[in-house]
């Protein structure tokens, strides 16, 4: 039996990043600093998900962690 992440939140979570630099978004519901890893997955079979901007923009990423696009929201939390 594979774990389960932890639902944030059931929407998208809005994140204004920057072209070119990495950030690491959260697969398994546990950060604290939602959307983005902080460690809580220790411990876990889950591991962040690396996510280079390419450009300056607000990206919207996945706040229930189902998307089948990670780390960016597809709708799925729409079908929860």
């Given at each position: 039996m594979?774990?389960?992440p932890l639902v944030a939140q059931t929407s998208p979570i809005p994140v204004d990043v920057e072209a070119g630099k990495t950030y690491?978004?959260?697969?398994?519901?546990?950060?604290?600093?939602?959307?983005?890893?902080?460690?809580?997955?220790?411990?876990?079979?889950?591991?962040?998900?690396?996510?280079t901007a390419k450009k300056t923009e607000t990206a919207y990423l996945c706040g229930c962690k189902k998307t089948f696009h990670a780390p960016l929201c597809d709708g799925t939390h729409q079908s929860l």
């Open positions: 594979s774990e389960e690491y978004w959260c697969s398994c519901g546990r950060s604290k600093k939602q959307p983005l890893c902080d460690g809580s997955h220790q411990g876990t079979s889950f591991q962040p998900v690396a996510y």
